[in-house]
Nanobody
């Protein structure tokens, strides 16, 4: 049974930081491209950052220079350090594991991030 469990969300003031974690089980973690997505109220889910099996990363423009995605294959865990948070970063953040056609793709249940004073 595949499980992706996010943690680390919460309420933070503008300019603050949070570190999200995504713990995976039931998959060969190191063979999956991993990503963070977010969905704000009334909006579609959007990609935030992705890290491939070799450790290369990509970010959407609004978070470049503020967010850092990483992975620890030994611990089957992905992280995202979020600094200089803005109110527009408020959303539910989801972890995604994207594999080959035979492996499939999986989602976590999401963790709420709220940036507000």
């Amino acid at each position: 049974q595949v499980q992706l469990v996010e943690s680390g969300g919460g309420l933070v003031q503008p300019g603050g930081s949070l570190r999200l974690s995504c713990a995976a089980s039931g998959i060969i973690f190191s063979t999956y491209v991993m990503g963070w997505y977010r969905q704000a109220p009334g909006k579609q889910r959007e990609l935030v950052a992705v890290i491939n099996t070799g450790g290369s990363t990509k970010y959407v423009d609004p978070v470049k220079g503020r967010f850092t995605i990483s992975r620890d294959n030994a611990k089957n865990t992905m992280f995202m350090q979020m600094n200089s948070l803005k109110p527009e970063d408020t959303a539910v953040y989801y972890c995604n594991a994207y594999g080959s056609i035979s492996q499939g793709s999986y989602w976590g249940q999401g963790t709420q991030v709220t940036v507000s004073s």
